[in-house]
């Protein structure tokens, strides 16, 4: 399933939400009447719009890790046989003493 399209529409939730807490918030300071709507508070549009963005970056941020992951563990397979091949020189060494086979 392609990822984009979720993304946009958190964003667009998000952004939609924000907007509305945004006027509901506006009407409440310039009247007397204290807006509700569907039951939601501005505040709690606020935090509808907090967590879609929430869940939006949290997608990215895990379809970008799944697509650099081979890069990433190669780098990481590389240093590792780097690694345990330096380390099997030093014990080589420590083994013969320092001297060499003819």
């Known amino acids: 399933m392609p990822v984009l399209p979720l993304v946009d529409l958190l964003i667009l939730m998000g952004t939609l939400a924000l907007v509305i807490g945004v006027l ?4 409440a300071i310039l009247t007397v009447f204290q807006p ?3 039951g939601f508070t501005s505040l709690d549009f606020v935090v509808i719009a907090g ?3 929430g869940f939006a970056l949290t997608l990215v941020a895990r379809t970008w890790l799944k697509l ?9 397979r590389r240093y590792a046989a780097e690694f345990s091949r330096e380390r099997e020189e030093r014990l080589r060494e420590a083994a013969g003493g320092g001297q060499q086979e003819p």
Do not use: H
């Not at 509901?24 to 009407?27: D, G, S």
């Not at 650099?68 to 990481?76: G, I, K, L, R, W």
């Open 51 to 53: 967590v879609c963005m």
């Open 36 to 38: 509700v709507l569907l």
């Open 24 to 27: 509901l918030k506006t009407i």
């Open 68 to 76: 650099n992951e081979n890069s990433s563990s190669v780098v990481q």
